[in-house]
């Protein structure tokens, strides 16, 4: 992999960044987890039993998620999966990708819906949440997101059925990129999978992308240009390629060679940032899902998160 070069801003990491992170996690985990299953709503995907499960998050709102427990989970604990979400509203379903044989995955919505939450049509040049609150670190939307999920781990690691010690995280697009962070923030992370990741490197995709979601930023610094120096700022306490350095657990990586919408380049960049153990895939596609996605992450797990 080739170094990609960079403007100062990009790599710019503020300097209470570790500061920040830790009374950030402080705040949220001031309040009790509050486990809780509703098995009222409860369902099966093949072998598999499905339940929404519900945890005090950032603010002390709940954050809720669908648990799927495999049938091996009644024998001995097993691995568990953090499946974060895209851009947008809807929860990860539970479906082939985001469930594992003998894993147990939690698929949580991050913006405190329930997971059956089916909302409007979403288009983020309108509604969308890239610079809700922007103006600060303290107040920017991926504050709360990021801490919901850290905190999902502290629930993985809190179920009896769990392996304390094979907790993964894995996510497409949006996801990716807060498998990036996730990974940078909690070292009791074993595993990780991020593809295609969305976040990365802002100063980078706003040059490369005439794509939404990144486009929300440049419309919001047309309307408001005195803004840039403070969006910047804030944003790098975010952007993965400044939590690049703070992986530890082994990652694989994977980007598409058309993508548009997360720029191959602004993938690397976080990638290259990386001391861990580490592997990269391109894939000739702009941005989507494949098959071949799946089988490389299980192939990745299968390499790191067995017992």
């Not at 801490?147 to 993985?156: K, P, T, Y």
Request: glycine fraction near 6%.
């Amino acid at each position: 992999m080739s170094q990609i070069q960079h403007d100062v801003e990009s790599l710019a990491t503020p300097a209470d960044f570790n500061q920040f992170w830790q009374s950030t996690l402080e705040e949220v985990r001031r309040y009790p987890l509050d486990i809780v299953h509703d098995t009222r709503r409860a369902l099966n995907y093949h072998d598999f039993r499905v339940e929404v499960l519900s945890y005090t998050g950032f603010g002390g709102g709940r954050v809720f998620g669908w648990l799927a427990i495999p049938p091996e989970a009644k024998q001995q604990r097993c691995g568990a999966i953090l499946w974060l979400p895209g851009y947008g509203l809807v929860t990860p379903a539970i479906d082939a990708v985001t469930t594992v044989p003998g894993y147990i995955t939690l698929a949580i919505n991050v913006h405190n819906f329930t997971p059956d939450y089916l909302p409007p049509d979403f288009d983020p040049r309108f509604d969308g949440y890239m610079v809700r609150g922007i103006e600060s670190p303290e107040t920017y939307r991926y504050r709360a997101i990021v801490a919901n999920c850290v905190r999902a781990i502290d629930v993985l690691a809190e179920l009896p059925e769990a392996d304390p010690n094979r907790l993964s995280v894995l996510g497409i697009s949006q996801g990716g990129g807060l498998t990036f962070i996730t990974a940078g923030l909690d070292h009791r992370i074993r595993c990780a999978v991020s593809d295609i990741a969305y976040l990365c490197d802002l100063p980078l995709a706003l040059h490369l992308s005439d794509a939404y979601p990144f486009q929300e930023v440049n419309d919001y610094l047309r309307g408001r240009p005195d803004m840039h120096d403070t969006v910047m700022r804030t944003y790098a306490y975010f952007d993965p390629i400044n939590h690049a350095p703070n992986i530890r657990c082994p990652i694989l990586v994977s980007a598409g060679t058309n993508d548009n919408v997360c720029p191959l380049p602004t993938i690397q960049a976080v990638y290259d940032r990386i001391p861990a153990t580490k592997e990269w895939i391109s894939y000739d596609i702009s941005h989507g899902v494949i098959a071949e996605m799946n089988e490389s992450y299980r192939r990745w797990l299968g390499m790191y998160a067995r017992e």
